[in-house]
Nanobody
Framework: QVQLVESGGGLVQAGGSLRLSCAASRLTFSIYSMGWFRQAPGKEREFVAAISRLGSYTFYANSVKGRFTISRDNAKSTVYFQMNSLKSEDTAVYYC????????????????????WGQGTQVTVSS
C-alpha cells in the first residue's frame, strides 16, 4: 500500500520559517509529479505548489510565490517544502500528493489529478 507521510509542521510566529517533508513508500516515486496543497478550516483544499518528476519544473500559487520553495530528492523518495516569511493566512493543514500525469498536461494544480495523498501536517502561524 502506497504511503505518503508528511512531517515538519508546527507553530511558528509570523515571519518565521518551516520546512515540511513528505516521504513516500511503496511508490515508484520518480514517475510522479508531486504537489503540496493546503486546507484551512471552513475552506476548500487549495493548490500551493508542484514539482515535475525529475524536479526540472516547478509551479506555485501566487499567494506563496517568492516565499515558498518545493524540491525533491528521488533517491530518498522525498519531497520538501521550504516555507519562509510565513503569514497568519498560511495557517492550514498541508498535504503532499502524487500525480501520475505528465507535467505538460497542466494538471498539477487540479486536486482531482492526484492519486495518492498524505495524512496532512498542521502549520499554525501566530501573528
Amino acid at each position: 500500500q502506497v504511503q505518503l507521510v508528511e512531517s515538519g509542521g508546527g507553530l511558528v510566529q509570523a515571519g518565521g520559517s518551516l520546512r515540511l517533508s513528505c516521504a513516500a513508500s511503496r511508490l515508484t516515486f520518480s514517475i510522479y509529479s508531486m504537489g503540496w496543497f493546503r486546507q484551512a478550516p471552513g475552506k476548500e483544499r487549495e493548490f500551493v505548489a508542484a514539482i515535475s518528476r525529475l524536479g526540472s519544473y516547478t509551479f506555485y500559487a501566487n499567494s506563496v510565490k517568492g516565499r515558498f520553495t518545493i524540491s525533491r530528492d528521488n533517491a530518498k523518495s522525498t519531497v520538501y517544502f521550504q516555507m519562509n516569511s510565513l503569514k497568519s493566512e498560511d495557517t492550514a493543514v498541508y498535504y503532499c500528493a502524487a500525480n501520475p500525469q505528465a507535467w505538460y498536461s497542466g494538471s498539477y494544480t487540479n486536486v482531482n489529478a492526484y492519486d495518492y495523498w498524505g495524512q496532512g501536517t498542521q502549520v499554525t502561524v501566530s501573528s
